[in-house]
């Protein structure tokens, strides 16, 4: 069935240090848009990339994430982690349903 | 652009209490979703609906009611509040389902059972 496996947990990183989440997925609605969401403290998710092409870079805030679909992955990186950067952060891959596996994220913590 | 809301932002409920959790969305969107989300978790869906008057059963089902009587509005039910639960509730919207579309969040609503 379809599935997704972030980073687990929690990930710290220094301020103005790279930082770079893993997803890998399994889906076979790879027609279909992957996203990433990014929930701040307190707030609601909301998106933060989108893409359904593969092998193109995405970018928005600073942050990039390009599809391979021959690896199944869709990672998360940032060249300089901002201490707003700190949230919780979930890969969402299609499902051809109307249920997304949202998962349970990964919490960035970025430390000064 | 357009707004989710959600009434009420807390909501504290007794042991064995009935609670209703409303949410309107003025997207004009077609679906709609209830996900739970407990202390540092991810979401889990509860419910969700493809269209007006329609109701389709998430993974966390059990213990919760939904009603969609009009395409802009969709209320959750807790049957019966169970003594020590802390969860934000959270309620989306999106154009059509199938995975293609961004989902809306609302702001969440905070229950808490003494």
């Known amino acids: 069935g379809d599935s997704v496996t972030q980073t687990e947990g929690l990930v710290t990183v220094t301020e103005g240090l790279p930082v770079k989440l893993n997803c890998t997925y399994q889906?076979?609605?790879?027609?279909?848009?992957f996203f990433w969401y990014v929930q701040y403290l307190n707030e609601a998710p909301q998106v933060l990339l989108k893409?359904?092409?593969?092998?193109k870079r995405t970018e928005h805030q600073g942050f990039h994430a390009t599809l391979h679909k021959s690896s199944s992955s869709f990672h998360l990186q940032k060249s300089s982690a901002q201490l707003s950067d700190s949230a919780l952060y979930y890969c969402?891959?299609?499902?051809?349903?109307?249920?997304?596996?949202f998962g349970s994220g990964t919490q960035l913590t970025v430390m000064p | 652009g357009g707004i989710i809301t959600q009434t009420p932002k807390f909501l504290i409920g007794q042991e064995g209490q009935k609670l209703t959790l409303k949410c309107q969305q003025n997207?004009?969107?077609?679906?709609m979703y209830w996900y739970r989300q407990d202390s540092g978790k991810g979401l889990r869906l509860i419910y969700y609906?493809?269209?007006?008057?329609?109701?389709q059963k998430g993974d966390l089902s059990e213990g919760y009611d939904a009603s969609r009587e009009k395409k802009s509005s969709f209320s959750l039910t807790v049957t019966s509040a169970q003594k020590n639960e802390m969860a934000v509730f959270l309620c989306?919207?999106?154009?059509?389902?199938?995975?293609?579309?961004?989902?809306?969040f609302g702001p969440g609503t905070r229950l808490t059972v003494l």
């Open positions: 609906s493809i269209t007006e008057n329609d109701l």
């Open positions: 893409s359904s092409t593969d092998n």
């Open positions: 889906t076979t609605y790879l027609t279909i848009a």
């Open positions: 969402v891959p299609p499902s051809g349903s109307w249920q997304l596996i």
């Open positions: 989306a919207s999106s154009i059509v389902g199938l995975g293609g579309e961004e989902q809306y």
């Open positions: 997207f004009n969107h077609d679906t």
